[in-house]
Structures are given as C-alpha cells and as structure tokens.
C-alpha cells in the first residue's frame, strides 16, 4: 500500500501551507466570478426555459469523471448549467414566495462556517461556536420579550421548528396532564383524543407535524379565520366547547404571526389568554412576521408573542439569510428535558457541565451547521436600524402594490391593507370564455397568466387558492423592489391576461412578445 505525501494533498483542504492558501484563493476567487458575472448579471428573474430543455443539460453533465478536472473548469460549466436557469434571487421580479436575497454580510459569514466547519452538537466539535449560539438564542429571546427562563436553538427552519414545538408540546402535557412517559412508552392510551387547535391559514406543517407524531392530521382541528384572515377568536371559543362536549383533550393551540399567504397576524394576547386559561401548550409560529420584532414602527403587531410556550423564526425569509437558518425559542428550558437522549459518545456525563454545553440536547438533529454566525455577522454590519429600515420598506411597497391594484379595474386585491408584505390578487377578465364558467375562465386565466410569467422569464410569482379561488401573490421580500417594478409586474400580469384572453386561453409561448424578447439572447 502506497500513501500520499502529505505535501500532495495540502491543496485539497485548508490548512497553512502555502499550498493551500493558494488554492482556497483561486478555487473562492473562481466561485466568486461565476457568482458576479454570471449569477448577479441574470438578465431576468428566470431564464423561462422548461424543465426538459435544463433536464437534457443536466443529463450530459460526467457526474464523476474517472481523472478529476480543474476548479475553474468545473465552476465554469456549473454556471452554464445550473447558476443560468437558476431563480435571482435578487430580481425585484421574483417575488412569488418566503424566498429572499440574502445579505452580503450574510455571503461573507457563509465562507467562514462552511471553512471552519464547526458541528453544534457537542462541545469539542464547535467550542466558541456553541458558546456564541448561546449567546445569540439569549439575545433572541430577549428580542421576543421572554424572561431569563427561556432558551432555545437553531433549526433548519420553521417546519423544524414547528415540528419541534408540537414534540414538545405534546410530550410535556402527557407526562403533566396525563401522567404520561412518551419518550419511553410511545403515545398515552388517549393519543386519539389528543387535538392541535390553529387557524385555516396555519402552515401545511402543522398538519405535518401532527403526523410524523403519530397523532394523526385530523388531531389538527383547523378555526376558521375573520374578514382579515386572523383566526377567528368566536370559531375558536366554539371549537373549544365543541371538544369537551365530545371528550376531546386538546393540548395544543398555534398561532401563526405571518400567514403565508396573507402575511396576517392572529390576535395573540387573545389566544394567550386562552391557552392559559386551558392548559394549552401555546406555540407561535413567527417563521414569516417574527421579524418584525426589529421594526420601530410594527413591532407592537408582535404584542402577546411574549406568553408564547414556544416560538417558531426563520432567519432566511424577512431577516434575509442565506438557507438554512431558523429558531426553536422556549419560555422555559425545562420541556428540553422530555426530547433528550443521550449519546454517551457526544455527551460523557462527567463533562456534561454549563461551562461545557453540548447543543446536541436541544436538537432533533445531530451533526449541525453554526449558522447563528450569520445572523450575528449581519446583524452587527446593519445593526437594528439597518434591519428596521429594509422590513419597513417592504411593508411600504406591499401597501403601494396593493394600491396600484385597487386602482386597477382589471386586478382585484384580495387584501387590500397587507399586514406584511405579501399581497393576493387576482385578474379579471373582460370577457367570458367558452363552455366554461365564468370563475372557471376566470381560475384558467389567472394559473395560465403566472406560468406564461414563468416561461417567458418576465416573473415569478406565486399563485394560490382563497376559497376555492385561483389567484396570485406577489410576496415582495426584496427591498430593493420599487414601486415601479410593482407596475412593471402589474403590466406584465395584464398583458399576459389580455393576450391569453384574445386567444381564448391558448398557450403563447411561442408567440413573440413585443419589447423585449422573450428569451435573453446571450443566454440561449
Ligand atoms: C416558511 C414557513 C414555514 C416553514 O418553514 P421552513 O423554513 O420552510 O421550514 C412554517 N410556517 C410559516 C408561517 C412559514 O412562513
């Protein structure tokens, strides 16, 4: 058996040698170049090429070539075949969900994590790194208004996030309520009686959730929501009586502070007071509007947040991180016990001290990336003010959309006063189709508007359903999008409508637009 010299493969890895420093320069350098020239520089919010035409590109790439290739090469081609046909992130006309351009502060502390490689589970993988997630979970936590009790982590996101509050919840009440060991016995004998109580626009996750804990999804007893999509306090009180009428044991109630479609924010302290008043775990689900709680002006629209049991915040929607990064935040530590298994090899109980944490207690996962840096990074190059001003004027240009569309005899806006930045909308015809019905012509030419966008690379919205409904949804997350990109969506929005109609709802994707061409060009 032969083995390298080491000095072969300083190149490969970080390390101090000269090698190495060179080759972490033109690898990042090239990285770098493709980002800039191809990925900053996209023409539009999307190529618009479909699915077979990247498919068949994306087939002739040599996966794993037998002899390796040069780094600039390999970056090279990447962006030919996927940075190209890849969303912008950054385009004011992307705008079609919870996806924002991530911070230049945020990049920057990207290449650290990713080079350190810290892991968050146990104390000798990621020292300072545990110690300044800490930090950072106790700043968050003094952000949403909870008192020294609290803690918490960071997740994935907020379907771990959720997933985790319902764990949590479902566990603490069992072995408070009903005497009840699940962590050790599976689910208590009433397990078909346990029931999740959140609003019609709560997350699909919670639902899910209630699934993977073998509740079942109908254990989510989904109230109705008000004129403003807010859960509606009196459907609640009903459900509730209706519950112990039939012997059910709810157990848990979610509040959502951001629903994804309409940004809407459900009347917290009222649900506080009635979880309270019930035993119920409260969990909110801020994934969408917890960043508000920077704004001068809109965090009082958080007021109640603070009686939550748990909290649900993702960092990678209005506070503009790169993916993956989100929180799991608890009023009290003590629920963290009922999820803790311990693996002697990451946590010997001799070590296990506060000077020594390990983080792998607090989490459903193990191996875990230190992506608390990020967010520190940023928020220190902004500071509160920086993020205040960037959500604020989101919620600015919302409204103004929404206006522009009020305005508007073809759009009719299905939440004129966006409580974030979200705005549903639909077109309405001028005329009526052909053997069909004049919502069904309607639907048709609201989802053939948002693929004919998509396909001609003009935008990329989001469409969705409100009773029964097809309409769109501008999610305008970026906050360098102008009033004057909204009107330029808006146009394109009509004039896909009007041509769809001309043409009685035939496909164009080949018809050649006027203006610009449909396809960029220098991208073909
Ligand atoms: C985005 C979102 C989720 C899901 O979070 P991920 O970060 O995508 O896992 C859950 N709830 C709400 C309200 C959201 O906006």
Redesign the pocket.
Known sequence: MTTQPSSVMDHLFLNETADSRSSYRRALNAAHNVILDQFARLPGAFSGREANWIASRIEHLDICPEAGTDIEAVLEQAGKTVVRHSVAVHHPACAA??HCPPLIPSLAAEALISSMNQSMDSWDQSPAATLLEQRMIRWLCGLFRYGGQADGVF????????FMALLLARDHFSMTRLDWNVQKNGLPPQADRLRILCSEA?????RQAAALLGLGQEAVVSVKTDANHRMSLKDLDRQLADMEGRGLIPFALVG?????DFGSIDPLPELAARAGHRGLWFHV?????GALALSDRYSHRLAGMDHADSI?V?F??LFYQP??C?AFLTKESAPFDRIKLNADYLNPEEEESQDTPNLVDKSIQTTRRFDALKLFISLRTLGRNGFSRMIENTLETAREAARLMTEDPRLEVINPSPELNAVVFRYLPRSAGEGVSDSEWQDQLNRRIRHSLLSEGKAVIAQTKVDGATCLKLTLLNPRTTPEDIQSILEEVKLAGFRLEKTKGECFEHVPLFGTAGHHAEFL
């Open positions: 969900h919870l997740t994935s996101g907020g379907t771990q996030s959720n709560a997350h699909f996750t919670i959502t502070a951001g629903t994804t689900d801020a994934a969408y509007g649900a993702d990678h929607k993916i993956s989100g």
